[in-house]
């Protein structure tokens, strides 16, 4: 074999590398693989368009393939979860008797909660049994597919809209394994709701140019939260969660409100990347941020961080628990029940069950000062201190979120409070002058008015085809420069 011959049969090698799962280098938006194949992608899908049946076949193979090169051979746990799905949707359509009908929507959603309960809670649950036993656990090899808990929400509201005769179910199973793949939201949402989605699939739209080149928006938008900021601070932040009793009451406080935008940019990131996909393909996802950090209460908060699940949680399982129409207990019960459930949906271990109590605990304290903080003017004063009260209470909360567990939690918030040194300020500046000034525009931009991102956003629309270009190549070369040797997971993609 002479030189060319290996070259070719390397090429080959490499080429047939991209369509083989590697557990090591899963498939991400903001990785150089994802955009290769899209742009293949996406001039098949455009020409596919007109012709619904050939384009729900054609975007529901590479979403597959999308899911596979992320997850594996669990891509085929998808697929059955939707077929199953879809069969005892039709049967609760076709049934008129109301008790059978609530059998089988329970049968629905205990096979689902079964799936994600063995895959994502087999383990803590062994472990706190054998805790209480004094057993002597070994844990379970078991590899959480990527995206479960979204597509596992999202299969759930399907089936009980169709229960309560909201939706009909898909005419064919391929438009239902359509809305349950769609790969723009499928590993770490939004959690798309069929009543808002299946209408898109069903009317099959072309994209505008106004939705196509705001998609593009906002996946550069995205790109330059995900891989150009949230990336870049978490260098810093790793140091400080990994190990936090080498470092100062300062540098500890520093890699909190760090952590607190790392995860704003990275989640939110995600999101606009994935709605922009989608804008691009013609479909709708809704919005999944809404500027949280600028809230004045845990209550707004909430309105506007992960909205898809925020509003999953409320109309699924806060409304059905009685929400607040069952006097005034029951509703802080209802508001601490449904952020514990949050909380344990975001992660098996007790520091997301703290997390998820203690959101459910302010908002329940929150409505109960209602009567009092009613009668407190509203002036710069009063709205800047609830702000500030919000930001500390949600930001504080993030450390038991990320930290490794309670005493390392516990350790750098200690730090804070018993070694803060002012003087150390003006240090820290001089040796993370980039970090720094990169947070200080990142807070300065979280509070810009949403008129000005829009403004923004009409203007990029808008503007020649030339612009649009130097932007783009403007933020590949920004990420290249910044960004790290290996593509960083998105922190909800383990979710």
Request: charged share 15%; with cysteine; hydrophobic share 50%.
């Amino acid at each position: 074999m002479d030189w060319s011959d290996f070259e070719a049969t390397q090429v080959l090698k490499n080429i047939g590398n991209l369509f083989v799962y590697d557990g090591k280098t899963p498939m991400l938006f903001s990785s150089g693989i994802f955009w290769f194949l899209f742009i293949i992608f996406l001039p098949i899908y455009i020409g596919l368009k007109k012709s619904k049946a050939k384009m729900v076949l054609f975007v529901v193979a590479f979403s597959l393939f999308f899911y596979y090169k992320s997850s594996g051979y669990f891509f085929l746990m998808l697929i059955a979860t939707s077929f199953i799905d879809w069969i005892i949707s039709w049967a609760i359509f076709r049934t008129r008797t109301k008790g059978r009908r609530l059998a089988l929507m329970w049968l629905s959603i205990c096979i689902s909660l079964s799936i994600l309960g063995y895959f994502k809670y087999a383990n803590f649950f062994l472990w706190n049994w054998n805790a209480m036993v004094e057993g002597n656990f070994q844990p379970l090899e078991i590899i959480l597919p990527v995206g479960i808990s979204f597509y596992t929400f999202q299969s759930i509201s399907y089936v009980v809209d169709i229960y309560k005769r909201k939706i009909v179910p898909t005419r064919t199973w391929f438009d239902y394994l359509f809305f349950l793949s769609f790969f723009p939201a499928l590993v770490a949402g939004p959690i798309v709701r069929a009543d808002y989605f299946l209408p898109q699939l069903k009317k099959n739209r072309e994209a505008s140019p106004e939705m196509i080149w705001g998609g593009l928006w906002l996946v550069i938008v995205g790109i330059i939260k995900k891989a150009l900021i949230a990336d870049y601070i978490a260098q810093y932040n790793d140091l400080i969660f990994n190990n936090p009793e080498f470092y100062t009451g300062v540098q500890a406080l520093m890699g909190v409100v760090g952590y607190t935008m790392q995860i704003y940019c990275d989640f939110s990131g995600y999101s606009d990347m994935a709605i922009g996909l989608a804008l691009i393909m013609g479909f709708r996802l809704g919005t999944n941020f809404d500027s949280p950090y600028q809230s004045k209460n845990l209550t707004e908060f909430w309105r506007r961080w992960h909205i898809s699940l925020s509003s999953w949680l409320r109309d699924y399982l806060y409304i059905p628990l009685g929400g607040n129409r069952k006097g005034t207990l029951r509703t802080y019960v209802n508001n601490f029940l449904t952020m514990l459930i949050g909380g344990l949906w975001h992660g098996a271990a007790w520091k997301f069950v703290f997390w998820g109590g203690m959101h459910g605990a302010g908002l329940a304290l929150h409505k109960a000062c209602q009567p009092v903080l009613r009668r407190i003017p509203d002036n710069a004063v009063t709205i800047f201190l609830s702000w500030l009260l919000t930001f500390l209470y949600v930001s504080f909360l993030w450390v038991f979120f990320r930290a490794k567990d309670f005493s390392d939690s516990i350790l750098i918030i200690k730090n804070i409070f018993t070694d803060f040194k002012l003087w150390q300020l003006p240090q820290f500046f001089e040796a993370r002058t980039l970090w720094c000034v990169m947070m200080l525009v990142l807070i300065i931009m979280h509070f810009v008015p949403q008129t000005w991102a829009d403004k923004l956003q009409l203007k990029y629309i808008h503007s020649p085809w030339l612009v649009k270009l130097v932007v783009f190549v403007a933020v590949v070369q920004l990420v290249v420069e910044f960004m790290l040797a290996e593509v960083q997971p998105f922190i909800y993609f383990q979710f």
